[in-house]
T-cell receptor
Framework: DAKTTQPPSMDCAEGRAANLPCNHS???????VYWYRQIHSQGPQYIIH???NNETNEMASLIITEDRKSSTLILPHATLRDTAVYYC????????????FGGGTRLMVKP | GAVVSQHPSRVICKSGTSVKIECRSL??????MFWYRQFPKQSLMLMAT?????????EQGVEKDKFLINHASLTLSTLTVTSAHPEDSSFYIC???????????FGSGTRLTVV
């Protein structure tokens, strides 16, 4: 699986949009971009994933650049409960491909 | 949605004893389960991959005789930490993937403290 690069930490004001970047310059054509988050002392929680089109669900939006070498996860209105470590992961969509976690971004939402 | 139940959430054991952690898929059949370990302020590290009815595949550096994995049914995988030592103290997390479903669902994790 391709490696990803994320900033180690970010702050965001409560109620504002949180934009979390991820670089994945070695991503291959059949690899998806997945985002998970981990709130302290809990298991990771799935947020969203995409291949090349932008995606949106009830939790977040995922913007993938046209060359697919980077992406941005957007939490439109961050709350204190969004404070967590956010992991950007790229993997093939074949059954059995495991998730390999990098360092992630520690997002701190402040009042 | 898919739910994975992991038990216990927290366990303290004495050095030299064994501890079993259970991971159950509650509303789907999990053909493949993954076990991760996470030390404080670090990311999740994959320990092993288990497929129902077959032997687990361990990542490099993970002792298969120390971390016994059993995946005897499509809804249950267990991780047994044998002869635990203080350095085995960590947060253990399981993840399950269902049949024909390429998404992953994670358990809530088990905090193991060996004293």
């Amino acid at each position: 699986d391709a490696k990803t690069t994320q900033p180690p930490s970010m702050d965001c004001a409560e109620g504002r949009a949180a934009n979390l970047p991820c670089n994945h310059s070695t991503i291959s054509g059949n690899e998806y971009v997945y985002w998970y988050r981990q709130i302290h002392s809990q298991g990771p929680q799935y947020i969203i994933h995409g291949l090349k089109n932008n995606e949106t669900n009830e939790m977040a939006s995922l913007i993938i650049t046209e060359d697919r070498k980077s992406s941005t996860l957007i939490l439109p209105h961050a709350t204190l409960r969004d404070t967590a470590v956010y992991y950007c992961i790229v993997r093939g969509n074949n059954a059995g491909n495991m998730l390999t976690f990098g360092g992630g971004t520690r997002l701190m939402v402040k009042p | 949605g898919a739910v994975v139940s992991q038990h216990p959430s927290r366990v303290i054991c004495k050095s030299g004893t064994s501890v079993k952690i259970e991971c159950r898929s509650l509303d789907f059949q999990a053909t493949t389960m993954f076990w991760y370990r996470q030390f404080p302020k670090q990311s999740l590290m994959l320990m092993a991959t288990s497929n129902e009815g077959s032997k687990a595949t361990y990542e490099q550096g993970v002792e298969k005789d120390k971390f016994l994995i059993n995946h005897a049914s499509l809804t249950l995988s267990t991780l047994t930490v044998t002869s635990a030592h203080p350095e085995d103290s960590s947060f253990y997390i399981c993840s399950a993937m269902g049949q024909g479903n390429y998404g992953y669902t994670f358990g809530s994790g088990t905090r193991l403290t060996v004293v």
